[in-house]
Every structure is written in structure tokens, then in C-alpha cells.
């Protein structure tokens, strides 16, 4: 017989094993997105070929979060998120094996970045669904998991970059990507050990709530819950948007403006593990003022701050130091982003829904990436780095400011009943 006490060590137990998990694989993808364009460049690619490249790695973003969701939940997170986990690292692992062998022509290494990235989505979701009732159960706010589930993402990057980095500048990239596929089967054996399933009370209720039905089915009752509920459409729409700026500055100009100006990867995994380790600090220090501050003001600030003026300074040509203390300040400001955004969503979405809504929504935030990366690498080689760096700044604070307009955003401070959303 177990105690509460003992229950809820336990559950804090499958809280970090999960946390663990989760940034394990998220450094992994990571190590890809430096891998692939340094592979690329170092076979006489232009920049055109370089946004390709990251354009066939982020459409199977949002193919795989648009289908996989309803798979979350039907075989469970637990299950979807191992198998996501084992899939992504057995594609991954072909692409340096297939090099160092045969040969991998650039076709055949967009089919393999495809693949390898079509079920990141439905894994990370998975672990996202499992998310709350362990938080209940460790007796933790949802702000503050949130919180630290976004953290272990930022850690992830912090530490991928630095060591993508440094890989692809003394081994090249075709080492980067074995140490990737390591960490997919890394994760999947944490989260196979040490995160517990739901109960199984728990796990009937949540399938007793959701009429029998079929996979089509199950996916439009997801997307009529998204399209019906105002907040979610501004959330999605707004993200959108941003995503599609990062994409073009991260996927492509960054590594093109790195290799150009900057000396190459060591440079730019600098900037990056800057971002990432200021944004987990932002995101610590956030997690314990969370429910203090109002979301939707703390949302514009905040995103504001992390899109415009780091993209005005490279649009400038700064100097590296003055690149790194704005990339330093976006990263602290980004540390407060998807806590606020994740726990809304949380609250809005009933628990039998979770993972084929949340696969909606990150596949609409996410529709605009692969075209972002693709633009990023066209303007680079037709009106160049300044000019598109310039662009982004501009939208991008342009578009971080429309919750202020106010409407449904101002639904952000409260719960709402969820029922009376399905029913619209």
C-alpha cells in the first residue's frame, strides 16, 4: 500500500525523468539543425540549398503534428513518445552511415531529414500530455512545470549548440549526427524505465470521456475544438508568424551570416548556447513569479524583446560581442514565452484531447518554419543578410504587439470552462 508521501515522490521522480527525457531528445534536434547546413555548405551548397535542407527538416514538423496527435492519444504518451523517440534516432542514424558507406546524394538526404523529423512532433507533444497529471500528483503548479519543461528545452539547446558546435568545427558534421542518434535512444530508455503511465483509473476515465469513434473523426473534433475557440485561432496565428521569422534567422541566416562573417560553427554555437542559457535563466526566474504577473502584458514584452532587437543588430553588422548581449537579453526575455502559452493551452484543452489539439496547434504554429528557412536561404542570395535580418525586425515587433489590440486576449488571465468551448 503507498502513502500519498510516497506517491508523490514518485510521481516527482517520473516529473524529472520525463524533464530529462525530453531535453535529451530536444538536444538532439538541436545537433541536426547544426549538422545539416554545415553538411551541405561543406559539399559546395549555396544558401538556397542550405534553406531546402532546413525546408524538408521542418515540414515534417507539421505533417507529423497535424496526424500524430490522434495517435497520442490512442496508444498513450508513454508509448507514442518511446516509439517516436526510437524511430527518429534509427532514421537519423542512416544519414552519416549511408555517407561514410555508399554515398548520400542531396535527394537522399532530404528523404532521410524528412523522415527522421516526421515524428519529433508527436513525441514532443506525447511527453507534453504526460506533463500535467504528473505535475498534480507532485504536487507542483502547472505554471512551474510548464516552466520546466520549456527550461529542459533551452537547456538542450544550450548544451546542443555548444557541442554541435564544437563537433562540426574539429570532427565535421558527420560525427555530429551519430552523437544525435545516440540521443534519441538515450531518451527513449528514460522515459521506458523511469516516467510511470498514468493510472489505470485515470487512463479509463480519460477513454470513457471520448465516444468510439475513428481516427478522421478524432482529428476533426480536435480541429473544430481550435478553430472554435478564439484564443487558441490568435495564439496559433501569432506564433505563426514569429516561428516563420525564426525559422528564416535561425535555420538559414544564422549559419549563413556564422560561415560568412563570424569564422563558422564555433561562433554561431556561441550565439546559440547564449540564447539557450539565457532563456533557461529567464525561464527559472519566471517559474516563481508566474502566477503574479499579468500574462497578457508580461506575453508582448517579452516577445517583443526576444525577436526585434537582436535581429537589428545583425541587420547593423554589430561587432560579435554586441551580438552575443543582445542575444543574451532576446534569450532572458524568451524565458517567459511558451510557460505563459503552454499553461493557457493546458487549461483550455480537456485532458482526452490533449494530444491530437496540441498536435494541431503546433502544426499550425509551425506551417509557416519550413517556408521561413526556404525564404531565409532566397533572401540571403538575392537581397542579403542585412536587408533580411532588417525585415525580420520589423515584422517580427509588428506582429508581437497585436495582443495589446486586446479582444479574445484578454481571455489569457482566466480559465475557461472547457465544455462550453466543445459546444460552440
Not at 559546395?44 to 534553406?51: K, N
Request: aromatic share 6%; net charge positive; charged share 10%.
Amino acid at each position: 500500500m503507498t502513502t500519498p508521501t510516497t506517491d508523490r515522490r514518485r510521481a516527482v521522480g517520473s516529473l524529472s525523468a520525463l524533464l530529462a527525457a525530453h531535453a535529451i531528445s530536444q538536444t538532439g534536434n538541436v545537433i541536426t539543425a547544426f549538422a545539416i547546413p554545415f553538411y551541405v555548405l561543406g559539399l559546395g551548397g549555396t544558401g538556397v540549398e542550405v534553406g531546402i535542407a532546413a525546408f524538408f527538416s521542418t515540414v515534417p514538423v507539421v505533417v507529423g503534428g497535424a496526424l500524430g496527435g490522434v495517435v497520442v492519444d490512442r496508444v498513450g504518451p508513454r508509448r507514442a513518445a518511446i516509439v517516436a523517440d526510437l524511430i527518429s534516432g534509427a532514421t537519423v542514424l542512416s544519414i552519416p552511415i549511408l555517407a561514410l558507406t555508399v554515398g548520400l546524394p542531396f535527394w537522399a538526404l532530404l528523404v532521410l531529414v524528412f523522415a527522421g523529423g516526421l515524428l519529433d512532433t508527436p513525441g514532443q507533444t506525447a511527453r507534453r500530455v504526460m506533463l500535467p497529471r504528473l505535475t498534480e500528483r507532485a504536487g507542483i503548479r502547472l505554471e512551474r512545470s510548464v516552466g520546466l519543461l520549456d527550461g529542459s528545452e533551452r537547456l538542450a539547446r544550450m548544451i546542443g549548440a555548444t557541442v554541435a558546435g564544437l563537433l562540426v568545427a574539429l570532427m565535421g558534421p558527420i560525427a555530429a549526427l551519430f552523437v544525435n542518434a545516440a540521443t534519441f535512444a538515450v531518451s527513449a530508455l528514460l522515459t521506458w524505465l523511469f516516467v510511470t503511465p498514468a493510472p489505470a483509473a485515470a487512463q479509463t476515465h480519460v477513454q470513457a470521456s471520448d465516444e468510439p469513434s475513428g481516427y478522421w473523426r478524432d482529428l476533426a473534433v480536435g480541429l473544430r475544438f481550435v478553430i472554435h475557440d478564439p484564443l487558441m485561432r490568435l495564439i496559433v496565428g501569432l506564433v505563426l508568424i514569429t516561428n516563420l521569422m525564426d525559422a528564416a534567422r535561425g535555420s538559414t541566416l544564422l549559419p549563413l551570416y556564422a560561415n560568412d562573417r563570424l569564422g563558422g560553427a564555433a561562433a554561431l554555437g556561441l550565439l546559440v548556447a547564449v540564447m539557450g542559457g539565457c532563456a533557461l535563466v529567464g525561464n527559472i526566474a519566471f517559474g516563481f513569479v508566474a502566477h503574479r504577473v499579468g500574462r497578457r502584458v508580461t506575453l508582448v514584452v517579452c516577445f517583443t524583446i526576444a525577436g526585434g532587437p537582436a535581429s537589428a543588430a545583425f541587420a547593423l553588422g554589430a561587432p560579435l560581442p554586441v551580438l552575443v548581449a543582445v542575444t543574451a537579453l532576446a534569450g532572458l526575455a524568451a524565458g517567459a514565452l511558451n510557460p505563459i502559452l503552454g499553461t493557457v493551452e493546458l487549461e483550455r484543452v480537456p485532458e482526452h484531447m490533449r494530444g491530437r489539439v496540441f498536435g494541431l496547434v503546433n502544426a499550425g504554429a509551425w506551417a509557416g518554419v519550413p517556408f521561413g528557412a526556404l525564404l531565409g536561404g532566397i533572401a540571403a542570395d538575392t537581397i542579403g543578410l542585412n536587408w533580411a535580418f532588417g525585415i525580420i525586425a520589423v515584422v517580427y515587433t509588428a506582429a508581437t504587439l497585436t495582443p495589446l489590440l486586446g479582444g479574445p486576449w484578454r481571455q489569457m488571465e482566466k480559465q475557461p470552462v472547457a465544455s462550453a468551448i466543445l459546444e460552440q
